[in-house]
């Protein structure tokens, strides 16, 4: 078996994947090491298993994301960063994209080399060092795309030819059409093809739907 050329990264790959997180890029910050992680396919499952979805308690997923991301944070000398939590806010957008491993796409949003536009960042590691880490291969999939998203939403709200119409959205959401989306989640996000590589259940985009359009 060949010696990894990455070892403390694939350890770090191999314990986030035992609780059904993925490496969804790593980046060089100062001195220091940052490990991306997001929900994966088996994240949904992980979480429905969990005392966080089954005390009945708000914000499930970030109180697990906080237990379990802290715990990983811990066992590897790390300090753990989240995307909740703030204002302020660590600047994940930013790390995605450092990352070379997340693109801005032609409606705006973030689009990932393997989960495509379900992108859902739990948190990060911080090493207090520079461990090697593997170099991205990809480039982003949007200049080779038919760009489905951007006819994706019925009303137009995420086209990429204005800002987000966030009430167009919402308003969208509360009649009997936007039911679609409130269950199997944005139309937009589900349009790109890569998305399909997240393998997300519909269950995880409703709730997702929920938290960004209570009822
Ligand atoms: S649908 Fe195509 S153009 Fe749009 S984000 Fe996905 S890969 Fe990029
Ligand atoms: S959730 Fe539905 S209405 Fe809102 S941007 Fe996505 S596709 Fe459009």
Redesign the pocket.
């Known amino acids: 078996m060949p010696v990894s050329a990455h070892p403390e990264y694939d350890d770090i790959d191999q314990a986030a994947q035992a609780h059904g997180l993925i490496v969804m890029g790593a980046l060089r910050d100062g001195g220091e090491s940052l490990i991306l992680l997001g929900a994966g396919p088996a994240f949904w499952d992980h979480l429905q298993a969990a005392p966080e979805a089954l005390d009945g308690a708000p914000d499930p997923v970030d109180r697990w994301s906080s237990r379990v991301i802290g715990a990983l944070a811990a066992q590897f000398g790390a300090q753990a960063e989240f995307p909740f939590g703030g204002p302020p806010y660590a600047p994940f957008i930013r790390w995605a994209m450092d990352s070379g491993r997340a693109f801005q ?3 705006g949003m973030l ?1 990932h080399d393997t989960v ?2 379900m992108i859902s960042y739990r948190g990060a590691l911080r090493l207090p060092r520079v461990i090697p880490t593997p170099t991205p291969r990809t480039a ?3 200049p080779t ?6 006819t994706a939403c019925p009303v137009g709200a995420l086209s990429g030819d204005t800002p987000y119409n966030l009430a167009a959205c919402h308003a969208y959401l509360d009649t009997p059409a936007g039911q679609e989306c409130m269950v199997n989640g944005c139309a937009v996000r589900r ?5 399909t590589g997240a393998q997300r259940q519909p269950a995880q985009s409703a709730h997702h739907m929920r938290a960004f359009h209570p009822s």
Do not use: K, T
């Open positions: 796409s032609p409606v689009v495509g536009m982003s999939p949007c795309c038919a760009a489905p998203c951007i349009a790109c093809p890569v998305s």
